[in-house]
Every structure is written in C-alpha cells, then in structure tokens.
C-alpha cells in the first residue's frame, strides 16, 4: 500500500497546478486510485447524472451497487461541509458508501451511520469513517495512512472487512449519545482501530460474507486477545498492565453495545475483566509515586520560555502542577470558569484561588488573545491554518513530551499529566495541607486517596496526644459518679 500512496503523491506533485477537477479525475483518481486499488475504472461513469445534478465520478460495482465520488480541487482543502453534497449523491441510489477527494485527502462516508442527535451540528462528521492526508497523517482528525488499505475494492466491497470501522464510528455515536466526551473517544478509537486491523490481518478467512461477519464478533474471546497482546508487545509495544486492562475494557464495551443493539448474539470475550486478565497482573511493576521537586518545576518553566506559545504552554503546566488537571478538563476550561480578576478558578463546583504566578500568567494570556482579536470561550487555542482553534488531546500531550529535549534525563519522560497529578497530591500532603484541602484543590475522592498516600504515611500525622474534650461536648471528658 505504501507504494500506491508514493505514486498517489507524485501524481498529485505534478498536477497540482493544472487547473479544474477534471485532471485530479483523470490522472490521480482513474489514473491511480482505481486502478491500483481494484477498481472497475473503465467502466466507472464521468458526470454521472444524479436527478438535477452530476457526481463528478460514478465507479460501478454490481448492477444495483456503485462508489459515488466527489472531486474538489487541490487548492480546496476538505471541509465537513463538502460531505453534504456527497451525501445527497449517495441519497440518489440509496448507496452506503461515499468518497470525497481533492487528490490528496480522501474521505469515506458511510451514510448508513445513525448519527448522535444529541450533539448540535455533528450530523456529517458523523458520518466520517476515514479521513486521510496522503501528505500530512498527524493532522486534526486524521487517520493513520496505515489504514488506507480499506478503501481498497477487496476490502470495501468484496471481503467487506471495511465494515468493522464502520461499526466503530456507530459504536462511537451511541457512546456520545452516553455522555461520553470527545476528549475521551481518542483513547477507544486508538484500541478498536488497532484491534480490528490486527484482527483482520490475523485471525479472519480470506473471505466473508456479512453475516460471518457478524459472527466474526461472536469469537472474539480472550485468547484472540491474549493473542492481540502479544503482537502489539513483539512490534515494540511497551504496554503498562493499565493500558492492557484498558483496552480490554475498550473492546468489550464495543461488543457489549452491539449486541445490545441486536447486531450480535453474544459477546465472546466474558464478563469478568479481572478475572481474564488475572494473568497480566504482575506484567509490569508499578511505578512509585513521588512528590514533586521545585528545581524541577523551575527548570521546566524555564523551558517553556522559549516555546512559540510560551504563554499557553505555562498556564496549562501551571494549571497541572498547582489544580492537577487532568488533560480533559483542561481541554474543556473556559474563561468564564475564572472570575473577572482572574483570582479565582470554578472547577466541578469548587472554586479555588489562583496562586499569584498563575494568577499573572492566565491574564497574560488573556491579552495575548485579545492582541489577536480572537474571542473564544475557551482558554487553550492552536493555530490552524492562520486561526486560532480549541486545542485537542495530542496537542496537550505534545506540551508535556516536549519536555524530554530539556536534557537526556529519563526522568523528563514521567512528565505526563497523570504523574504530575500524582506528584502534586504527595507533595501537597507533604507540604502539611489538610487532607479536605487536597481533596478540594485536585477534586480527588476520598476513596482514592490510599492510591497516593499509604495507611502509614497518614498514621505518621496522627497527633498522638489525642483529646477527648470535643467529642459529645466534652461528655467522656467528665468523672464518673454514683
């Protein structure tokens, strides 16, 4: 796949500056895309006439089945709009699938996808199952070009193993539709993606019909798991025993919802997640948790100084290593949740004062925004192609993996929100903060604070000199008399 891609990308190269959208049809869609990935190409149907309007591309499948494709010019870059007029070109034969291109991007659609009504305006992302970059497959919303395979003939039409990530993407809706937020779809999406490729590659026939296909979900078990596990691990994979409970419960929870929808029978892989992955328990050992060192803290925001976006970067380390902010939250934060002086910070009903450093480094950032003329509810923003957009969750990721180029220190790769999150709730304890205090600073509950401070840690506090005096108003304080 990787040689039709390269050839794709030249092809694009030396067109690019012809103009109209017949040339990315003749050379790079007919000339390339079709052919090379099986395709009926002589017989697909240019301008093929749609009620009052022509698809630019109509690629034959069976009699009643056929591929309607959508051609904008290089210089358009897709937009989410651009999948409405596909939709109405898929509409006119009750086609399932869809593919939007300018040459260089290609987006499937399966309009079979019943999207989440609960989100205003998702309705046409909805219907997104791929969405690739043959130039750029890190951009916002993007799929790895690893998958690109699926838009092939063998795969969307004939062996229809494409049909599995569109069963992601329902999946994906009925989660929304659960109040799952967006934020926290990238880690299922990551899990069921790679699950399914391996599966396809590994443990399916050659060829299936649709209904083997559903079935195929039925003999997922944990041993296809297992199995699943193991080749991740032998491509150099490090997988924590967290990650590999994880995705588990990722993959299950799919095949719970589909078959409460009625789409499976049963679901394969069981009930217990303790009790099948009893055997990965001691797969790695548990990171200790430590407090936070002030040099440390120092040294990175002495770092973050030279960021292109110093500003926003510090807040969001601030905003980690003072409140504990998980990258979520983070990414929901709006400049109302501050007060006008920017003192007071209102996370999930409580609201906390700012420390001066932060405190200075939010208003900075205020302005900052305001010099850009850029109005937005939301705190942390990116560039985009010359605008300013919310950030998404490997962006906030970015700023912490940028820490290692401090220096060759191992210890700059621990620097995850999660860990920081750690250290800070050891740090404030140590600090002598109460625990109502810590737990109202990080919203931590009082269930998990022994996953941060020991029994032992907590017993060393104890005022050993204990006075009876408060309780019952001083009741087993007084003598005992006949």
């Not at 900052?368 to 490997?394: C, H, T």
Request: charged share 30%; with cysteine; proline share 2%.
């Amino acid at each position: 796949m990787d040689n039709i891609i390269e050839l794709l990308r030249k092809e694009v190269k030396r067109v690019k500056h012809m103009k109209g959208e017949s040339n990315i049809r003749t050379h790079i869609i007919r000339g390339v895309f079709l052919k090379k990935l099986g395709y009926d190409e002589e017989n697909s149907i240019d301008e093929c006439s749609m009620v009052n309007d022509f698809c630019d591309l109509y690629v034959p499948i069976t009699e009643k089945l056929g591929l309607p494709i959508e051609i904008k010019k290089v210089s358009h870059p897709l937009k989410i709009t651009d999948v409405k007029q596909l939709r109405e070109y898929a509409g006119v034969h009750g086609q399932q699938f869809g593919l939007l291109t300018n040459g260089y991007e290609y987006l499937l659609a399966n309009f079979h996808i019943i999207p989440n009504s609960t989100i205003t305006g998702h309705c046409l992302e909805s219907y997104i199952i791929f969405w690739f970059d043959i130039f750029n497959e890190k951009g916002d919303g993007k799929t790895e070009l690893k998958y690109f395979k699926y838009l092939s003939y063998q795969h969307l039409y004939k062996d229809k193993v494409t049909s599995f990530f569109s069963d992601i993407v329902q999946y994906r809706e009925w989660k929304f539709a659960q109040g799952l937020k967006k934020s926290s779809w990238l880690s299922y999406k990551s899990t069921l993606y790679r699950f399914f490729d391996y599966y396809i590659d590994n443990e399916l026939q050659d060829e299936i019909d649709m209904e083997s296909l559903k079935r195929a979900y039925e003999k997922i078990d944990i041993s296809v798991y297992d199995r699943f596990v193991k080749y991740l691990q032998s491509d150099g994979d490090i997988l924590s025993t967290s990650a590999i409970r994880n995705m588990h419960s990722h993959l299950r929870n799919m095949l719970y919802e589909l078959e409460q929808h009625g789409i499976i029978r049963i679901v394969g892989l069981g009930n217990s997640r303790k009790k099948n992955l009893a055997r990965y328990k001691e797969t790695e050992p548990r990171k200790p948790y430590t407090e936070l060192e002030r040099q440390d803290i120092e040294t990175i925001l002495n770092f973050l100084k030279s960021s292109k976006t110093s500003t926003r970067d510090t807040v969001i380390f601030l905003m980690t290593v003072t409140f504990g902010l998980e990258r979520s939250q983070l990414l929901q934060l709006k400049w109302t949740d501050f007060d006008n002086k920017y003192k007071y910070l209102t996370v999930d009903g409580r609201k906390i004062v700012l420390p001066k450093l932060l405190q200075d480094y939010v208003i900075e950032l205020k302005k900052e925004l305001g010099k850009a003329k850029r109005k937005s509810e939301i705190v942390f923003l990116k560039k985009q192609k010359n605008k300013l957009v919310p950030m998404n969750e490997w962006n906030m990721n970015d700023v912490f993996n940028s820490f290692i180029k401090i220096s060759k220190d191992k210890k700059w790769e621990m620097f995850s929100p999660n860990y920081v999150r750690s250290g800070l709730i050891l740090s404030l304890y140590s600090a002598k903060y109460s625990m109502e205090e810590i737990m109202y600073i990080t919203g931590i509950d009082i269930n998990n604070i022994s996953k941060y401070i020991s029994r032992d840690e907590m017993m060393k506090r104890v005022n050993k000199n204990i006075k009876w005096e408060s309780l019952y108003d001083g009741l087993l304080c007084k003598e005992y008399k006949e």
